[in-house]
């Protein structure tokens, strides 16, 4: 295996550019450390000054004396971690991968459980492959915030859910951790008969321990798709299961607000719409820390579609367009629509649910529909002028489902024109109001992380 590591680009004007390095280039050292990862990059040339070694294509090696002042050099990567990815190493009885039928593309059945991409993503991680090694550098090179998976604090039922004999031991990483003060954020993926009640009480008492290093907890409840053949059996989350739950929850943040001062603990939106309870108000998301979990994002859109009309005054504009969302969002979306029509009564959007077929009814997520289920129930709609679909159900920066069927196609075989739309409530009232010739907008639906 060769030594250093591959620079794919550099970007025209920066410190590389300067120093004429170019793509093909390797970098070796810098202050003669060798470089494992994206990790150790950043650290060293975090300084007013650095000797960098590049290994040129001709077989020359520079020895390059840069005055940087802490800026980065302008230099991406081939590989961006500058290391492979760390797999899993658990077979976690909610394990959505593992409710995944075959013949889709390779890259959905990886099992992702690298640290690193936990800062650079935000992914949440189980800590069961790290090192005492990996807990240091963490440590010594101040990486927050730290998202963990933690499902449970009991250590046997850890190593049960996660199916890892050391699963458990990985709890004391978290100790670790909050003693170096690192900023972390938590998750429980709630199962009925596993986690649940007690064991969530526990769960949630345990870690708040960790307040304020940890800054902020998440419940959500398990999914379960229909492809479970020879998987634990596990129970869907029904209403009363739902309002256990956040009965819990909620006792939790009044406790901890009057205490600590922060609500910490969040039920995810899932879990309200079950219950069939209104969502919190904003106050009590704590600034949304876990939005990207599905923690606060139908309170965030509703209020946010209310800033976005508060300034309109209205007017009588004629159009007919549709959109389609997932069962779980469905009623909110239509609510936000209702509070458009108020102001523009010629507006006429028809809002379709789509009914998850691919994965089973009880997943209910936008982020989870797939392009033939999309064209099989709209076949035949009434769509309008333009569809409307969230920007979670297409691959992250592409325009293709997870099913591998892409807009054109969706767009070609009910013969409308479709905009993705992205994330906010004032981008979501700019798609229904303002068409874009590009046919992207800016609305985010419901999405499961």
């Not at 410190?15 to 202050?31: H, K, S, Y």
């Not at 650079?120 to 990996?134: K, P």
């Not at 797939?370 to 035949?380: H, S």
């Amino acid at each position: 295996m060769k030594r250093g590591h591959v620079i794919k680009a550099v970007a025209p004007g920066s410190i590389a550019d300067q120093l004429e390095l170019v793509p093909g280039d390797r970098l070796m050292t810098i202050d003669g450390h060798e470089l494992e990862d994206i990790f150790d990059y950043e650290y060293y040339i975090g300084s007013e000054a650095v000797t960098a070694v590049v290994l040129k294509e001709n077989g020359e090696e520079w020895e390059l004396e840069i005055e940087n002042d802490y800026q980065d050099l302008g230099i991406t990567f081939e590989n961006s971690l500058m290391s492979e990815y760390r797999s899993c190493r658990n077979k976690c009885i909610f394990c959505f991968i593992d409710q995944m039928p075959k013949g889709m593309r390779e890259t959905l059945y990886f099992k992702d459980d690298d640290s690193r991409l936990s800062f650079l993503q935000g992914n949440y991680i189980t800590l069961t492959n790290m090192s005492d090694r990996d807990i240091d550098r963490i440590i010594r090179f101040k990486l927050s915030p730290i998202n963990i998976s933690v499902h449970t604090t009991n250590p046997a039922l850890r190593c049960r859910m996660l199916n890892n004999r050391f699963a458990g031991e990985a709890l004391e990483k978290i100790r670790r951790l909050y003693q170096a003060r690192t900023p972390m954020n938590g998750q429980i993926v709630m199962c009925k008969g596993f986690n649940d009640g007690e064991e969530l009480e526990r769960t949630i008492e345990d870690l708040s321990e960790y307040i304020p290093y940890m800054e902020s907890l998440s419940v959500v409840p398990v999914g379960l798709s229909k492809f479970r053949d020879g998987l634990e059996p596990l129970e869907p989350v029904e209403k009363e299961d739902a309002v256990r739950a956040i009965d819990i929850v909620e006792r939790w943040q009044e406790k901890l607000y009057r205490e600590r001062g922060t609500h910490f603990v969040h039920a995810s939106d899932e879990f309200y719409i079950l219950a069939g309870r209104d969502m919190p108000e904003a106050e009590r998301y704590d600034g949304y820390i876990q939005l990207e979990n599905g923690v606060g994002m139908v309170r965030l859109l509703l209020d946010e579609v209310d800033q976005a009309l508060e300034g309109l005054e209205g007017d009588d504009r004629e159009a007919e367009i549709s959109m389609a969302t997932g069962v779980l969002a469905w009623g909110y979306i239509a609510q936000c629509l209702e509070k458009i029509k108020k102001k523009y009564p010629k507006v006429r959007v028809y809002l379709y649910k789509i009914v998850n077929r691919f994965f089973g009814e009880q997943i209910t997520v936008a982020g989870l529909i797939t392009g033939r289920d999309l064209m099989a129930q709209l076949g035949g709609c009434r769509l309008g002028e333009r569809l409307l679909l969230p920007e979670c159900m297409f691959r992250s920066g592409e325009e293709v489902f997870l099913d591998d069927v892409t807009r054109e196609e969706v767009k070609n075989a009910l013969q409308v024109p479709v905009h993705i739309v992205k994330s906010s409530g004032q981008a979501f009232v700019d798609a229904v109001l303002c068409p874009r010739r590009d046919e992207t907008a800016l609305y985010r639906g419901y999405e499961l992380k």
